[in-house]
């Protein structure tokens, strides 16, 4: 009797019900995300957000209220070190929207050839994209601190009804 496990695997007590669930603990996770995107840190990494003028205006019109004011604010972890999120602040309800996540690889690539002098090219690619959709929407832009990373920038904007 095989109970669908290879020979190596199978011992003299087999059973046919408990067989697939054993071989399926034992089997590699050719699935993982470290497998998948070669990271070899088991988170996956999605898609570069859209920094265009049209994306990101179609992502501010999609949140729920009124949009008064586009905020980009520092965020970081351990695996992707600091990224800025650009949002949508927003009244009735009040909160902050995040449009996108601009990481630093996806910041350069963005940005192409275009030197981002000394500022991180996460923050200078967030500081246009948000200046060119605050202009669109004619709401003000903040980056508190868009000249070092870090999330103890001064307060964030707050909406007003």
Do not use: Q
Not at 131 to 150: E, N, W
């Amino acid at each position: 009797m095989s109970c669908g496990m290879p020979a190596f695997r199978r011992s003299s007590s087999c059973s046919r019900s408990a067989a697939p669930a054993v071989w399926a603990s034992t089997k590699p996770n050719w699935s993982s995300t470290s497998d998948t995107y070669g990271t070899g840190t088991g988170i996956a990494r999605t898609a570069d957000s859209p920094l265009d003028l049209e994306s990101l205006g179609a992502r501010a019109a999609g949140v729920p209220g009124r949009v008064v004011a586009i905020e980009a604010v520092w965020d970081g972890d351990t695996v992707h070190d600091w990224f800025v999120l650009p949002l949508a602040v927003t009244a009735d309800p009040a909160g902050g929207h995040p449009l996108a996540t601009i990481y630093r690889d996806s910041a350069v690539r963005h940005l192409g050839d275009e030197d981002p002098g000394p500022l991180h090219p996460s923050a200078f690619a967030a500081d246009r994209a948000g200046r060119a959709l605050a202009a669109r929407l004619s709401v003000p832009f903040r980056f508190a601190g868009p000249d070092t990373p870090g999330d103890e920038a001064p307060g964030r904007l707050r909406a007003h009804g």
